[in-house]
């Protein structure tokens, strides 16, 4: 298990899976983590349990209350996500298991 990794397609300029919003008003690396998931009942497999992942959807990053989007990808938030998916693997939801195991 030490072995696998996330191959994340929402980054390192992959073009596989481009940011998307939130219909709750969140910028998201990508569309298959929509935090709207963690309000349909029967699915828990976004990773809410992920601190990292759950760092980035607070009031302050949402679109509405920051002054341009470049504040919410470049946030700590968003930055302590994308170091996880590379060195700490284990700590991001499962969705990026599904969708970008190797």
């Known amino acids: 298990m030490a072995d696998e ?3 994340p397609k929402c980054m390192n300029g992959g073009g596989a899976k ?3 919003y939130s219909s709750l008003g969140w910028m998201m690396p990508c569309c298959w983590i929509d935090p709207r998931s963690k309000i349909n009942k029967g699915r828990n497999n976004t990773g809410w ?3 990292v992942f759950q760092a980035m959807f607070t009031e302050e990053l949402k679109v509405e209350n920051v002054d341009c989007v470049e504040d919410i990808v470049y946030s700590k938030a968003w930055q302590d996500f994308a170091t996880a998916l ?3 693997p284990h700590s991001c939801p499962t ?3 599904q969708k970008c195991s190797s």
């Open 18 to 20: 481009a940011a998307a």
């Open 86 to 88: 590379i060195e700490d």
């Open 49 to 51: 349990e992920s601190e």
């Open 5 to 7: 990794k996330i191959q």
């Open 95 to 97: 969705k990026c298991w």
